[in-house]
């Protein structure tokens, strides 16, 4: 597995500092510095059916659109984003650099069911250090080996909250990469490749691993079939713009009749003969 993992690279670099525990059954840990590895299980431990792709690919069978640093792009794959509940239906939200479509989960779908068994698995195997739970999935729909994901992190994740990715359907290949920042310059970046097939289960871990390592997942053979992942990341969801407003303007009222009730008033100094003498309401 380990040369799978590090086809065409260095050796692995040696850890500053360990994870804080060993590796959970059932998974292989690649430690890659300080404060960052990833976990990988195999074997398809959530017992995914490989009939859930046909439903998974319903839930998002369309590129997304979306506004990345004031230009207007399409994703290279189907994709959708889903929030917990307590959103409205479909809401707009600026996360960072990024402005995209929100929707609420379709908890009442059986369709969603792949998606919160891998959420609650992800809570019980994975909590947050912090309680920053997991607020947004992700349903990434690569309809064939030509659909890809560039090279990226998720440096706007909450970095104390792992993020868990369930692969279903074709195995596709993921590459960690060393961040440009920890090699010389001209240096080769270390990198790391992972064979994700079906049901397998990825974990981005550590507190460092979005700020100092990338991961993307590279076009593939064009006969391929079918994949979708299904990510799971614990972001600072913002209220809509909308919604702030009128929360604020909900706010100043408030404040102001809670002065009238008090009878309070603003006041000034009064002048006279070159001294203070006394205040009077304005």
Known sequence: LASAMTRGTSRLATPARAPPAAAPRGATRIILGSGAWFDHYRNNPLKVPHSAINDLQRLAPDAEEY???????????????????????????????????????????RRWLIPEKFRLWLERQYPSSTGKSRNLCVLKNYRSGLESMGEHNDAQSEHCTAVGSLSVGQTRSMIVREGKGLTASGARRKKWV????????????????QKKYTHELPRGDERAKARVGIVWRARPVLEDTTARKANAGEKMKRRATANSKIGMKKTLPVMKKGKVTGRRAR
Not at 203 to 209: A, K, L, V
């Open 67 to 109: 506004i990345y640093f004031g230009q207007e792009r399409r994703t290279k794959h189907g994709s959708k984003n889903f929030v917990i509940p307590h959103f409205k239906e479909k809401i707009q939200q600026k996360l960072g650099s990024t402005v995209l479509d929100l929707h609420t989960t379709p908890t009442k779908d």
């Open 194 to 209: 992972v064979e994700l097939a079906h049901g397998d289960i990825f974990m981005m871990c550590g507190d460092s691993f």
